[in-house]
Every structure is written in C-alpha cells, then in structure tokens.
C-alpha cells in the first residue's frame, strides 16, 4: 500500500518567515495530494489541494507543489503569521480528484510560529 | 446544516467491553470514513464507505466493525476493547467527485 512520509516533525519560525513542509510518497500510481490544518484540539480542515496534473498551486500565501518524478511534494507557507502555527499533515490518493474518502496521510509537523 | 456529527466526544471502556461510535453527515455526501489519530503517527484510515450497503476495510481495521444502512449514518463499533484502541477517532465525509475531507469533531476514547 501507499506509504507517506513527510518532514519535519516540527518546524519553528518566527514571524514573517517563510516555512515549508515536504512529504514523499511511494505509490506511484497516487494522483491528489491534499493537505490538512489541525489546530489545537480542533477537526483537520483541508487547506490546499492538488492534482497529478498541476505542478504547482497556489492560494493566498499557501502554495503547494508536486515532483511526480521524484515522488515528493511540499508545502509553502509566506509571510506567516501566528495563527498559521498549527499542525500540518499531507496525503495521497490513488483515487483521482474523488479520493472515495481514502487517504494515507504523513505523521504531522507542528508548525509554530512566534511573534 | 450541522456538517458531520459524531457522538460521544469523551468515552472511557474497560478492556473487554464493546461500544459504537456514532456519526451522522446532513451534507447528502455518498462515501463516508473514520480514521484514528495517535500522536506522531497521522491519521490512518480504518474503515471506508462509498454508499450505503458498500463498505471495505483501510488500513487499520482489526477490531472495529462498521455498517452503512443510510447515506447519513457510518456507525463504528468496537467489538471487544483493548488499549491499544486508545485514541482520537474522526468521522468523515465527501462528496463523490470531490476530494475534500469534512471531519467531525472527534471522539476521545481511552481504553483502561
């Protein structure tokens, strides 16, 4: 099955700096790559999303892009501010844009960002 | 539109006990999934549905039965607790031809 490893567990920066989250995924046969903000004692809500069509995407101060050679794919976050701080975690399908509701998701980086 | 609810937030079992998670989405969302969150090790999908009477397994699913008899429900339940079921559970939902995950709250259970 689909193995999703992603990278670092934690992350600190301060305020303004730019983070970035990476992830790698074994099955090459995977085609939709969300990713997932989990605050504190919160649901996961999907924050940015992408195809195995697209190379790169991008929303706001949130971009996400996708080496399918390599199979590996990162997050981008500019300019952040506290309230990015959070935790992140990225995922595979091999379902398409459909995902059946079946993801294999990374471990999770803490993200904190200090004012 | 309430989104998808799951019920208990808070349980606590003694080792041998059963019990059922309840999840119930308003969003008329075909495929439904729970997936267990433990510290450093994501969320690993237990048990899907694609639609009602239609179910499989995930990744991690010893333990744990489920059935769909509504587009709405996707009740999870524990046959025989153990501690090693401790964990933070979450319902979700999507729509068919959509990605996007829509979890519940979640549900803390700990196992003694």
């Known amino acids: 099955g689909e193995n999703v490893e992603q990278h670092p567990s934690t992350l600190s920066v301060q305020e303004g700096d730019s983070a970035v989250i990476k992830c790698t995924y074994s099955?090459?046969?995977?085609?939709?790559f969300p990713w997932y903000k989990q605050e504190l004692g919160k649901r996961p809500q999907l924050i940015i999303d992408?195809?195995?069509?697209?190379g790169e995407k991008k929303d706001q101060r949130i971009a996400v892009t996708l080496n399918k050679t390599a199979k590996h794919f990162s997050l981008h976050i500019t300019e952040t501010q506290p309230e990015d701080s959070a935790v992140y975690f990225c995922?595979?399908?091999?379902?398409?844009?459909?995902?059946?509701?079946?993801?294999?998701f990374g471990q999770g980086t803490i993200l904190t960002v200090h004012p | 539109n309430a989104g998808v609810t799951q019920t208990p937030k808070f349980q606590v079992l003694k080792t041998g006990q059963s019990m059922t998670l309840q999840c119930a989405q308003d969003?008329?969302?075909?495929?439904m999934s729970w997936y267990r969150q433990d510290p450093g090790m994501g969320l690993r999908l237990i048990h899907y549905?694609?639609?009602?009477?239609?179910?499989d397994q995930g990744e991690v699913p010893n333990g744990y039965n489920v059935s769909r008899s509504t587009t709405e429900d996707f009740p999870l339940r524990l046959l025989s607790a153990a501690p090693s079921q401790t964990s933070v559970y979450f319902c979700?939902?999507?729509?068919?031809?959509?990605?996007?995950?829509?979890f519940g709250e979640g549900s803390r259970l700990t196992v003694l």
């Open positions: 995922a595979a399908s091999n379902a398409g844009g459909t995902s059946y509701g079946k993801l294999t």
């Open positions: 099955d090459s046969a995977s085609n939709y």
């Open positions: 992408i195809r195995s069509n697209v």
């Open positions: 969003m008329n969302h075909e495929y």
């Open positions: 549905s694609v639609g009602a009477g239609i179910t």
């Open positions: 979700a939902s999507n729509r068919q031809g959509t990605g996007e995950l829509f």
